[in-house]
T-cell receptor, first 116, second 110 residues
């Protein structure tokens, strides 16, 4: 069964550095998402992406964040200048475009980002 | 604004006992409600959704619009049901983002 994949599984970076988190969504899916979960807190929506543009973003998704689908298969989340409070598990998700299966978002295993 | 509340962080039951994981939501439109499950060291996966009115692994959930609830139930818990359970809501926004509750850890003791 196809799965969403994410790399790396764990990223350690210093405050102020740029990081890029990578995701490969399921191949025929058209909607893509990033969520994050700070340790001990809720899973929070960051951004949704469709047709090569952001369709919705949360207040968390400020100018330090950006997303891109550079090559038709990867979906990336970039944090320009990391802060300590960006430390979290970041989940990528994708979903199909039509039918009952379009209601389900398929999640990747997550990337744990640690900012020191 | 949309909000999902799961009042219990931890629910511990014995094998064979009934289970009810509570979920309440706040949303002004017509929501779609989901239960996601995360087993140890695995990814979040969809357990069930209210529109399909199905039973998965013996779990059911009924959307009660009057009480704005979507509680997850199973009549006889099994040890393999031990996991983190998240209730989630999708509204009628363009991106169909999910709003998650805080999650309930279910522990089923032998």
């Amino acid at each position: 069964e196809p799965e969403v994949t994410q790399t790396p599984s764990h990223q350690v970076t210093q405050m102020g550095q740029e990081v890029i988190l990578r995701c490969v969504p399921i191949s025929n899916h058209l909607y893509f998402y990033w969520y994050r979960q700070i340790l001990g807190q809720k899973v929070e929506f960051l951004v949704s992406f469709y047709n090569n543009e952001i369709s919705e973003k949360s207040e968390i998704f400020d100018d330090q964040f950006s997303v891109e689908r550079p090559d038709g298969s990867n979906f990336t989340l970039k944090i320009r200048s990391t802060k300590l409070e960006d430390s979290a598990m970041y989940f990528c998700a994708s979903r199909a475009s039509g039918g009952l299966s379009s209601y389900e978002q398929y999640f990747g295993p997550g990337t744990r980002l640690t900012v020191t | 604004a949309q909000r999902v509340t799961q009042p219990e962080k931890l629910l511990s039951v014995f094998k064979g006992a009934p289970v009810e994981l509570k979920c309440n939501y706040s949303y002004s439109g017509s929501p779609e409600l989901f239960w996601y499950v995360q087993y140890s060291r695995q990814r979040l996966q969809l357990l069930l959704r209210h529109i399909s009115r199905e039973s998965i692994k013996g779990f059911t959930a009924d959307l009660n619009k009057g009480e704005t609830s979507f509680h997850l139930k199973k009549p006889f818990a099994q040890e393999e049901d031990s996991a983190m359970y998240y209730c989630a809501l999708s509204g009628d926004n363009a991106g169909n983002m999910l709003t998650f509750g805080g999650g309930t850890r279910l522990m089923v003791k032998p």
